[in-house]
């Protein structure tokens, strides 16, 4: 099955090529055509399996990703079909696991089998993390608003069902939840202290996730990025079950809990730090404590205009904004090649293309974006491709040669700037106000 029209594939690469450089077109090239090329299997029962790049699973956030800069394309049907197809699978592995962020293509047992959790055959890794859950959603919800489709949504309610019921769950995590993870003879960052458990919070109307989109332990327990994500997608579930199925039970738990979230992040997390001001903390526990940081994985609090949460000159957000691109956030690193964010997920002084991709699609301007663009290109180690991570003095120095969310995050930005990116996500209409 061909997952696209050439024409189409032609067509877009044409239309960046008239709107920017040679090098820049090149490189949007190789990285827009290599997700479809190589990622991407349909399957025997209309569905369709997306691997990372080189990890053989299937994440539900980088499979969302993945599809990001396709969705201004969904006018050619072969490739509305393979987005379909992908929602679809998606959907059908939440209700298999909840708990899990990545999959098996079948039941084959691969991936971290010895982790101490409720494993079977179908799940590569069960790191339970807010946004493997929120990103299934955003993509069932953008396709279904671009194209007016609604034969992926077949499972859309029993998946949204269970995910309100998990996210319920996880208010109280000590107390209601039996979801534990441990993994032996690791760094601490794959796995959760107290046998699994994770650390101690208290109720705060948010709801607690045990790993970061990262993959690596939350320090905390309330994952602000993840919340606002969870709060955004609230409001497309209550859209999809009111415009769709006429479900107004449906619509209503999810606004219900939209709203505890919002008074979660809006009581919990945001905080005012002496020589920062007020911002958002990129985690809380519910007892106090903080986290002043941003990891450059998406949701990232640097991304949040992105999910739809607010709009990109919303006061608090310039706030968060202004402290997260400095150097007071110990994930900011500058260099003689780039400077931008990184990741505890990667070595010290790495910058992630992730990152500089989301810092310039919140830009406020073109100059900006371009600019931004312009380091992407040249920190690309020749290969045409984005990495995982580069090290801010040497690019030639980097994580992961395969890694398509990067590339999917390229080619957002590259059709930003080109002017073709046609679709975007507006605000959701409660705000949390500075």
Same mark, same amino acid.
């Given at each position: 099955m061909t997952l696209f029209s050439p024409e189409t594939l032609e067509r877009v690469c044409s239309c960046v090529a008239e709107r920017l450089d040679q090098r820049t077109t090149a490189v949007f090239r190789e990285c827009f055509t290599n997700t479809l090329a190589t990622t991407i299997e349909p399957l025997p029962d209309g569905t369709a399996f997306v691997v990372t790049g080189d990890i053989p699973a299937m994440w539900l956030r980088d499979s969302t990703a993945q599809l990001t800069p396709y969705l201004h394309f969904l006018d050619d049907p072969r490739l509305a079909d393979t987005v379909a197809q992908v929602s679809r699978r998606q959907l059908i592995f939440i209700l298999h696991d909840p708990y899990a962020n990545a999959f098996n293509r079948a039941p084959n047992g691969a991936g971290h089998s010895n982790d101490l959790t409720e494993l079977d055959a179908w799940v590569w890794e069960r790191k339970y993390e807010i946004d493997s859950l929120c990103y299934p959603i955003q993509l069932a919800y953008d396709f279904w608003r671009i194209t007016e489709r609604t034969d992926h949504l077949s499972d859309f309610v029993a998946a949204a069902r269970t995910i309100i019921a998990l996210w319920r769950t996880e208010q109280d995590h000590a107390g209601r939840s039996s979801y534990r993870f441990q993994r032996l003879n690791s760094a601490a960052s794959d796995t959760l202290a107290r046998e699994g458990r994770g650390p101690i919070v208290a109720p705060t109307g948010l709801t607690w996730s045990g790993f970061r989109p990262s993959d690596d332990a939350c320090a905390l327990g309330f994952n602000i990025p993840g919340n606002v994500f969870a709060a955004v997608e609230l409001t497309h579930i209550a859209e999809i079950a009111s415009g769709v199925f006429d479900d107004t039970d449906l619509a209503s738990a999810a606004v219900d809990l939209q709203r505890e979230i919002e008074d979660g992040i809006r009581n919990h997390g945001v905080v005012t730090a002496a020589g920062i001001g007020t911002v958002y903390a990129y985690e809380v526990d519910g007892l106090g404590n903080y986290l002043l940081m941003d990891d450059a994985n998406v949701p990232s609090l640097l991304s949040v205009p992105l999910l739809g949460w607010c709009a990109d000159?919303?006061?608090?957000?310039?706030?968060?904004? &202004?402290?997260?691109?400095?150097?007071?956030?110990?994930?900011? #690193?500058?260099?003689?090649?780039?400077?931008?964010?990184?990741?505890? #997920?990667?070595?010290?002084?790495?910058?992630?293309?992730?990152?500089?991709?989301?810092?310039?699609?919140?830009?406020?301007?073109?100059?900006?974006? &371009?600019?931004?663009?312009?380091?992407?290109? @040249?920190?690309?180690?020749?290969?045409?491709?984005? #990495?995982?991570?580069? #090290?801010?003095?040497?690019?030639?120095?980097?994580?992961?040669?395969?890694?398509?969310?990067?590339? &999917?995050?390229?080619?957002?930005?590259?059709?930003?700037?080109?002017?073709?990116?046609?679709?975007?996500?507006?605000?959701? @209409? @409660?705000?949390?106000?500075?």
């Open positions: 000159d919303d006061p608090l957000y310039l706030a968060t904004r &202004a402290f997260l691109l400095s150097d007071q956030n110990r994930y900011y #690193h500058r260099g003689s090649a780039a400077s931008g964010q990184g990741s505890p #997920h990667t070595p010290s002084g790495t910058i992630w293309p992730i990152g500089l991709a989301v810092e310039g699609l919140t830009a406020r301007t073109g100059e900006e974006k &371009a600019a931004i663009l312009r380091t992407l290109v @040249a920190t690309d180690a020749g290969t045409r491709r984005m #990495h995982e991570s580069f #090290h801010k003095d040497d690019p030639t120095a980097f994580t992961r040669d395969w890694f398509s969310w990067a590339n &999917a995050m390229f080619c957002e930005l590259a059709l930003d700037v080109a002017g073709l990116r046609t679709y975007t996500r507006q605000p959701i @209409a @409660a705000r949390v106000e500075s």
